[in-house]
């Protein structure tokens, strides 16, 4: 049970309703016309949420994390143990991005959302790690009006930081590639880095509903692939194609990455996929002195059609 205060003009009705948690949800959904948009990731029947716990009408029960996140990863969908970033690479990535050093690629997102999306009330970010983007958008989106924001990812260590440090957005863990969501769920999507398929991503999208992909310019990071490449590639320079939406804009965000503190370095280093390829002689060397890499994003605007 629930209890649930009224509030009308400012003010607090003397009056004091003891209902069910499910009650609540039917309420609210009543009041602001939000539905509750999760389906099960097993039988793929809508979910209802009561006394903490997710379940559908077969009774497959997903229960949430004291942090606040919900995980929808069934074990038998799992391909490995823990997938999805470790705590090593998920606290590297944390400490880098709080500092700032990825800012601008935040900030240019979150104008381009508010220049094709001005109207969206409810988004999604697929791969939202541990929601330094997840965060800044929300609160971009919602200075101009009422914005619901969901984040998913397949790293349960991600998410219990995101869950816990940031309350307003509704975490989940899950494949991007088959996301717990109903049809047509959202208005606005993010997409940075995640891999997922066409076809999918068109179908958890509202026709119209805005998408926004970041991806790696031809330029980014190449510092570091000529220190483990004889011959370093730049990355294809080509307009992106997804099934199911029309490309509205392109543009390539591009700044010199510098770094001088060696737990800077370090931590840019465990986050980026060419950690693995460096040897501790070549890390050693890096963090011994100032560190400037190129930061190459590409940014694209899609709409659902």
Known sequence: MGALWLQCDGTIAPYRIIISSASVNHLFTAIFGKTMNYRCPI?????????????????????????????????????????????????????????GFYQALSDRVNQLALQYAPDAKDGLDIGCGE????????????????????????????????????????????????????????????????????????????????????????????????????QPRQHPDIQSQIAGFERLHGERLQQELHLSAPNDIAHFLLMTPYNWKLNEIQKQQLMAADFRCELDFKLEVFRAC
Request: glycine share 6%; hydrophobic share 35%; net charge positive.
């Open 43 to 99: 039988c793929l029947l809508p979910l209802s949420l009561e006394n903490s716990t997710w379940h559908c009408e077969h009774n497959h029960r997903f229960d949430c994390a004291k942090e606040g996140y919900v995980n929808l990863l069934p074990v038998q969908k799992k391909r490995s143990k823990d997938p999805g970033d470790n705590k090593e690479m998920m606290f590297a990535r944390r400490e880098f991005l709080n500092k």
């Open 131 to 230: 929601g330094y983007y997840s965060h800044r958008l929300h609160q971009a989106m919602s200075g101009r009006g009422a914005f619901m924001l969901k984040g998913v990812d397949i790293s349960k260590s991600a998410l219990k930081y995101a869950a816990k440090r940031y309350p307003d957005i509704g975490f989940c863990v899950a494949s991007s590639f088959e996301m717990p969501f109903n049809d047509d769920s959202f208005d606005f999507m993010l997409r940075i880095y995640a891999p997922s398929e066409d076809k999918e991503l068109r179908r958890v999208i509202k026709r119209d509903g805005i998408l926004i992909t970041v991806s790696a310019g031809p330029l980014h990071h190449f510092a570091l692939k000529a220190l483990i490449y004889d």
